[in-house]
């Protein structure tokens, strides 16, 4: 029996911006890769500054964060 989810809401004209923060540049591109095929707006992200900086002008639907990298982690 097929479970239906009501109320939902998914889709590529819903989907949110997704900021990826990860020092390694395939890991980055993987997951932009994944996300924007599934219909997301992805930006990428190699320090923590950058991405400071871009989370207080902006608001992402989700924030995939590497806990371990060089600089300020």
């Not at 320090?47 to 871009?54: K, N, P, T, V």
Request: hydrophobic content about 50%; some cysteine; aromatic content about 6%.
């Amino acid at each position: 029996m097929a479970m239906q989810n009501q109320g939902a809401v998914a889709g590529p004209a819903l989907a949110g911006e997704v900021f990826i923060v990860d020092d390694d540049p395939a890991v980055r591109n993987a997951l932009a890769l994944v996300f924007t095929l599934e219909g997301y707006q992805v930006a990428g992200f190699a320090e923590g500054m950058s991405f400071l900086s871009a989370a207080r002008a902006r608001t992402p639907a989700c924030v995939l964060l590497d806990v371990n990298m060089p600089g300020r982690s």
